[in-house]
Structures are given as structure tokens and as C-alpha cells.
């Protein structure tokens, strides 16, 4: 069964550093997403994506962060210059219309 | 703005018995409805998914889940509980322009006792 995944599974960096978080999509979906969960607390939408372009984005996703589907396999996640509150688990997400497949999330450390 | 309230943080459960989360949600249109299920230190999985029509919902896993509009709820249940079934269960609600963010709730942990 197809799945989504991501890469690295623990990403360790220090603050103000650059970090891009990677996600291979299911192959024939046409939406993906982002999305990250601070331990503890509720996953939180960052972005959708869609035809190339960014659909949706929170008041999270600021200037420091980015996406990016550089060859139409990958879709990644920039984060320019990480924050001690950047650390949490991002979770890609892939969807064909209507139901979001999530891949196993990339845990996030900044020091 | 779109929400939804899981009022219950933790529930333990007898293995065996049977289970439901409470889940109430807060959307202008018709919502587009779904339970994840989270193990530790894994991703989230669908268990099942509310669009239109049928309000029962079947899943996987034995679960189930009831769409009430009177009551903005979507509760899931299982007739009895296995003890693999401990993990956190999140309720979202698909909101947004096209197709669409998804808004979680805070979730619900569930807890096993043998």
C-alpha cells in the first residue's frame, strides 16, 4: 500500500541554523500539506499546496518558512533561521481530494 | 472559525469494554468530519471519515462513529476495547478554501486496563 514518507525521522540543529524537512508524497495525489505538533498539544495546520503554488498558509507559516516541490516527487519545508519554538514534530500530508494521508513526521530539536 | 473540542483529555477503559469519544466541532458549512489515531512516537492513521450521506461511519479497527448535526458531534465508538487500541485519538474537521486544512482537536488519550 502506497505511503507517504518523510526524511529525516530526528533532525537535531542549532537555533538560527537552516533546516529543510523532506516528504515524498503518494505518487498520484494532487494536494499536500504540512503541519506540526508541539509535544503536548494539537497538530496545527502550516500550509497547503497545490497546481505549484501555496493554497492556504496560517499565521504560523511566516517568512521563515517555505515549501517547495522541486522535482515532482519531493515536497519540502524550509525553515530559514530556526527558534527554540520551532522544535516540534512536522507532519507531511498527501491527499488525492478529500482524505489526508499523513506520513510518520520528522521530530524537529533546535538548541 | 472552524474548531473542534474533545472535552475529554485522558479515558481509561477496560479492556474488553466498550468505548466512546466525545467530539464536538464548530463549522459554518458541512463539515467534512475524520478520527486519526495516533501511537506513541508514530504518525497518524484514519480510522474514518464522515462526507455525506450514511451518519454511521464504519472504520478500521472495529471502530465506528456517528455524525449528529442537531448535536455538532461526531463521537466514535467500539463495542470492546483491545488493549492495542491505547493511543491518542484525534477528531478534525476539514475546513478552508478548496480542498481543504485540516483543524484538530486537542485529542483524547486513551489508556487500556487489563
Known amino acids: 500500500e502506497p505511503e507517504v514518507t518523510q526524511t529525516p525521522s530526528h533532525q537535531v540543529t542549532q537555533m538560527g541554523q537552516e533546516v529543510i524537512l523532506r516528504c515524498v508524497p503518494i505518487s498520484n495525489h494532487l494536494y499536500f500539506y504540512w503541519y506540526r505538533q508541539i509535544l503536548g498539544q494539537k497538530v496545527e495546520f502550516l500550509v497547503s499546496f497545490y497546481n505549484n503554488e501555496i493554497s492556504e498558509k496560517s499565521e504560523i507559516f511566516d517568512d521563515q518558512f517555505s515549501v517547495e516541490r522541486p522535482d515532482g516527487s519531493n515536497f519540502t519545508l524550509k525553515i530559514r533561521s530556526t527558534k527554540l519554538e520551532d522544535s516540534a514534530m512536522y507532519f507531511c500530508a498527501s491527499s488525492p481530494r478529500n482524505e489526508q494521508f499523513f506520513g510518520p513526521g520528522t521530530r524537529l530539536t533546535v538548541l | 472559525a472552524q474548531s473542534v473540542t474533545q472535552p475529554d483529555i485522558h479515558i481509561t477503559v477496560s479492556e474488553g469494554a466498550s468505548l466512546e469519544l466525545r467530539c464536538n466541532y464548530s463549522?459554518?458549512?458541512?463539515?467534512?468530519l475524520f478520527w486519526y489515531v495516533q501511537s506513541p512516537g508514530q504518525g497518524l492513521q484514519l480510522l474514518l471519515k464522515?462526507?455525506?450521506?450514511?451518519?454511521l461511519v464504519q472504520g478500521i479497527k472495529g471502530f465506528e462513529a456517528e455524525f449528529k448535526r442537531s448535536q455538532s458531534s461526531f463521537n466514535l465508538r467500539k463495542p470492546s476495547v483491545h488493549w492495542s487500541d491505547a493511543a491518542e485519538y484525534f477528531c478534525a474537521v476539514g475546513a478552508g478554501t478548496g480542498f481543504q486544512k485540516l483543524v484538530f482537536g486537542t485529542g483524547t488519550r486513551l489508556l487500556v486496563s487489563p
Open positions: 463549522y459554518g458549512a458541512t463539515p467534512y
Open positions: 464522515y462526507f455525506s450521506g450514511d451518519t
